[in-house]
């Protein structure tokens, strides 16, 4: 029988205070499990229909959040990017400013916002009201791994999903400080549009890409973490997994960012 994940999981994230042993033990109860979900990518059987379920469910419950999120942070870096453009004298720049901005920062921090605000809470919710009903526990008793059933189809979802956003809201970052730039701010277009390659290239891309899937998988992992080593019952236990999986995944994920960033700057000026 496969082992259960709440003896192997349970420790949980630990409150403020409780020592060193306590967050460690979480940290690698996370670890742990992690492991387990990518080891099972490459054993069958794949979880096809959950995998597509969850995809589905993640893009519903984030999409609308990402495009109210998306247009603010846009405006924003636009104008604020535009008035020093001014300032310097140098404003047809705008267009390489708004476009480097959008695939470096904007699009994966957006990205970091709605995959661990929505989609993450919303599996945190699934998974935490499955355990303290003791599916998990049932599932266990019929054989079946609930990492490979539940975990590894989630954390794919979350990657693939924020992927996506990612894409979603670089599109409407170098749209949107287009269109504000030219008929709010009066740059002129040709200069905007010849720009937006002069700082951003395929290597920039690919790093934005990379950090939103990384984004996506983290927040996933640490959803379903939190999900599976629910201890006590009751609503009040899943509401505080849910407020713990937003906290750790902004986190984790803030952290991830700096560290991606850092990589791929010297990668690229290498």
């Known amino acids: 029988m496969v082992d259960k994940a709440a003896d192997r999981w349970s420790s949980g994230l630990p409150a403020l205070g409780a020592g060193m042993a306590a967050p460690m033990q979480g940290v690698g109860g996370l670890l742990s499990m992690s492991a387990d979900a990518v080891k099972f990518l490459f054993r069958r059987p794949f979880q096809g229909r959950e995998f597509l379920e969850q995809s589905w469910f993640v893009a519903r419950v984030s999409l609308m959040p990402t495009l109210l999120v998306a247009i603010p942070f846009t405006v924003l870096v636009s104008f604020t990017l535009n008035i020093l453009l001014r300032e310097l004298g140098a404003a047809d720049l705008s267009g390489a400013g708004a476009a480097f901005g959008a695939v470096t920062q904007v699009g994966p921090m957006v990205t970091v916002l709605i995959v661990a605000g929505a989609g993450a809470t919303a599996m945190c919710a699934d998974l935490g009201s499955r355990t303290i009903r003791e599916e998990i526990d049932a599932l266990e008793v019929l054989g079946i791994n609930p990492v490979q059933r539940l975990v590894t189809p989630r954390m794919l979802a979350s990657g693939l999903v924020a992927l996506l956003l990612n894409s979603l809201v670089v599109i409407i970052g170098i749209l949107g400080g287009y269109f504000f730039s030219i008929f709010i701010q009066g740059v002129n ?42 201890s006590g019952g009751g609503a009040k236990a899943v509401g505080n997994a849910v407020n713990e999986t937003v906290v750790y995944a902004f986190m984790a994920l803030f ?7 850092a990589i791929g700057i010297r990668m690229t000026s290498g």
Do not use: D, H, M, Q
């Open 189 to 230: 277009p040709g200069a905007f549009a010849a720009g937006i390659t002069l700082l951003t290239g395929v290597p920039e891309v690919i790093i934005s890409c990379v950090k939103a899937a990384l984004f996506g998988l983290i927040a996933g992992l640490v959803a379903c973490y939190r999900g599976l080593s629910i």
């Open 255 to 261: 952290v991830v960012n700096v560290v991606v960033t």
